[in-house]
């Protein structure tokens, strides 16, 4: 008997799941010689009808590198849906054909050092020298609560572009005597992302990132997907964020996973399947 999984939803924002995998190159050489193309078939179908923008959506990554061969992030507002998404995923390959080398669960959220309004008052007051109340206040306010509400959505509901480089790694803050991440006040946590986050925005319409929070829900704390067009651009940005503070001193990194977009054809036809 089929058993249905309990609906489980977010307050906000959705529940993000990366995988690599492996072919076992014995068992796919024995199952799957003649059905192959019914494998393809099965996954193309299985990520067309999960190809929304935002959720639910399943993206395909021929991965570069030794540690995987394919990679595929998932996305959905309910749990139990993406343990579905993930078992059918797998359930398109022979039994036994697929490896697990890696899996990620997450979810996405909002970052309590993000912008307040508060914050924008100040910058509208102090910075730009604008009188509240006036017409040039009230039309930069309203610029800057567009801007807040477009980006607290993408964070929460995220809708990354299809570009055709991603790289995924995920990382702790560390907890280690005098460099302890969660012994700082709030004030000087906000401060040293602010500078994180000012590094990151140099790259705005080369990476785009997404952020999502795994504390409590899987090994290490937050995972890191950043998608672009070319490689030396996430070389770049990771490069120059090791000398922020926040990675220097408190940061710590797990595997990075290195794909290239691929739609299941593509995939099949790059590992000669």
């Not at 998932?74 to 059918?88: K, N, P, V, W």
Request: glycine share 6%; net charge neutral.
């Amino acid at each position: 008997m089929t058993m249905s999984l309990p609906e489980v939803k977010l307050r906000q924002g959705i529940h993000v799941m990366h995988l690599f995998y492996k072919l076992v190159p014995s068992l796919w050489a024995q199952r799957a010689a003649a059905s192959s193309a019914e494998a393809r078939q099965k996954l193309e179908a299985l990520c067309a009808a999960n190809g929304a923008a935002c959720q639910p959506r399943i993206t395909s990554y021929a991965i570069l590198g030794g540690k995987a061969q394919m990679g595929f992030i998932l996305y959905s507002a309910e749990a139990g849906r993406l343990a579905q998404m993930h078992r059918d995923l797998e359930a398109c390959f022979p039994p036994g054909a697929l490896e697990t080398v890696y899996s990620y669960l997450s979810i996405t959220e909002l970052s309590e050092y993000a912008t307040t309004e508060e914050d924008y008052k100040n910058m509208l007051v102090r910075g730009e020298k604008l009188e509240p109340g006036t017409e040039a206040y009230e039309k930069r306010w309203s610029e800057m609560m567009q801007r807040k509400r477009e980006y607290e959505h993408y964070r929460l509901y995220p809708e990354l572009p299809d570009w055709p480089v991603m790289c995924f790694y995920p990382m702790n803050k560390k907890r280690q005597l005098t460099d302890n991440w969660f012994s700082l006040d709030f004030e000087t946590r906000k401060k040293l992302m602010g500078g994180h986050g000012r590094t990151g925005r140099k790259y705005a319409g080369r990476v785009t990132q997404l952020i999502t929070s795994s504390t409590g829900l899987d090994d290490w704390e937050w995972g890191v997907t950043l998608v672009a067009q070319q490689m030396d651009d996430l070389r770049d940005i990771v490069y120059e964020m090791r000398f922020d503070e926040v990675s220097a001193r408190y940061g710590e990194f797990g595997s990075f996973y290195l794909g290239l977009r691929q739609s299941p054809a593509d995939l099949w036809a790059h590992l000669h399947l």
